[in-house]
């Protein structure tokens, strides 16, 4: 007899319905994440028009003169008509509706911007002086005063310790040796010398003194070219940063007085009839473009901090040059006296 066989079904309908709902799963989570980068990108957005109007607002209250001109687009400030006057106690209107509407009588127009204008002129002034001021204390409080030179006699005395160290340390009996030819008492010279060198020099002190002696004047020698090379920079940095500070003085001032020259003629002709014609005056033609009273603080600053450095150089070279000019010539002074010393008690003493 034949088994039966039966057939196996299987249903299809879980799986569907597993894959719409993961569909529908993804699609929620992308819609999730572009709400997402919206909400993110409509923030940064928000920021940014927040620290324009923020840049814009504290533009347009200050002073048009001091204002950088590279910062006009950040802070959306165009022309000096941007900026605000005072046209009452405590009202601000921006130059541009004070001029261009017919809220004001014409004289009274001419009173609010002509008078703003030479405010924004003295306020240029008087800060001016007080960087000047500042720039100029603070110049006098740091600068040290001239490194002083080497004097002459270092000159004379360094290599002539140096050269009695040579001598006395390494005998230069060649040298000694020659005088017996030229002169009557030579040979007796030479050999007083060179007994009594020998003595000197088999005291252990001698010998240390005189080690010590030719090490600090070969290092006095080098010391002077090191010592030469500090004044120079000093010298050179003082007159270079005095003339770079006077050049950008000075453009500050030639630059500020085409500027504010212009800005008032050109404000004083708008005012003549009721009706302005003229086109606003673009804030290149009154803010600052090059030098401003930053740049010259700006070196002031690395002044004061050169100076600084100049200081704790400048004492090092005092006592350094203390320490090896006075050692070169005590041990010089030393090794000498003792060996002449021995000389004269040879000769005179019997010793040698």
């Known amino acids: 007899m034949r088994k039966n066989h039966q057939i196996k079904t299987y249903d299809l309908e879980p799986v569907?319905?597993?894959s719409e709902?993961?569909?529908?799963?993804?699609s929620s989570v992308s819609v999730d994440n572009s709400n997402e980068e919206l909400e993110k990108k409509e923030e940064i957005i928000k920021r940014y028009n927040e620290e324009v109007a923020y840049?814009?607002?504290h533009a347009i209250n200050s002073n048009p003169f001091m204002?950088?001109?590279n910062k006009s687009e950040k802070c959306n400030v165009h022309s000096i008509e941007d900026f605000r006057v005072k046209v009452k106690r405590k009202e601000t209107r921006t130059l541009k509706e004070v001029l261009?509407?017919?809220?004001?009588r014409l004289s009274k127009r001419k009173k609010i911007i002509i008078n703003a204008i030479k405010a924004w002129i003295k306020d240029f002034k008087e800060n001016k002086s007080k960087v000047i001021l500042k720039v100029s204390d603070v110049k006098e409080a740091v600068k040290p005063n001239d490194i002083e030179k080497i004097k002459v006699g270092a000159y004379i005395?360094?290599?002539?310790?140096?050269?009695?160290?040579i001598i006395c340390y390494f005998g230069l009996t060649k040298l000694w040796s020659i005088?017996?030819?030229f002169t009557l008492f030579?040979?007796?010279m030479h050999l007083n010398f060179e007994a009594a060198r020998q003595v000197a020099f088999s005291s252990k002190w001698v010998n240390i003194v005189a080690v010590v002696g030719l090490y600090i004047a070969i290092a006095s020698m080098l010391f002077i070219g090191l010592y030469h090379a500090i004044c120079h920079e000093f010298t050179s940095y003082t007159k270079t940063h005095a003339s770079l500070n006077e050049k950008l003085t000075n453009k500050v001032n030639s630059d500020f007085a085409k500027k504010s020259k212009k800005t008032l003629k050109y404000y004083q002709k708008a005012l003549r009839k009721k009706e302005c014609k003229l086109d606003p005056l673009p804030i290149e033609d009154t803010g600052i473009t090059d030098v401003d009273f930053s740049d010259i603080e700006a070196l002031s600053d690395a002044y004061t901090h050169k100076m600084a450095k100049m200081k704790g150089r400048k004492t090092f070279l005092y006592i350094t040059k203390f320490i090896l000019f006075k050692g070169t010539y005590l041990c010089a002074s030393g090794v000498w006296g003792y060996v002449s010393f021995e000389i004269i008690w040879g000769l005179f003493g019997g010793g040698i």
């Not at 709902?21 to 993804?26: F, G, K, P, T, V």
């Not at 261009?100 to 004001?104: A, I, L, S, V």
């Not at 005395?157 to 160290?165: C, D, E, H, I, T």
């Open 16 to 18: 569907a319905k597993t």
């Open 21 to 26: 709902a993961s569909q529908e799963q993804y």
């Open 55 to 57: 840049e814009h607002e």
């Open 67 to 69: 204002f950088r001109v």
């Open 100 to 104: 261009r509407t017919e809220e004001f």
């Open 157 to 165: 005395f360094l290599p002539l310790g140096l050269a009695v160290l």
């Open 179 to 181: 005088t017996k030819d």
């Open 186 to 188: 030579g040979k007796e």
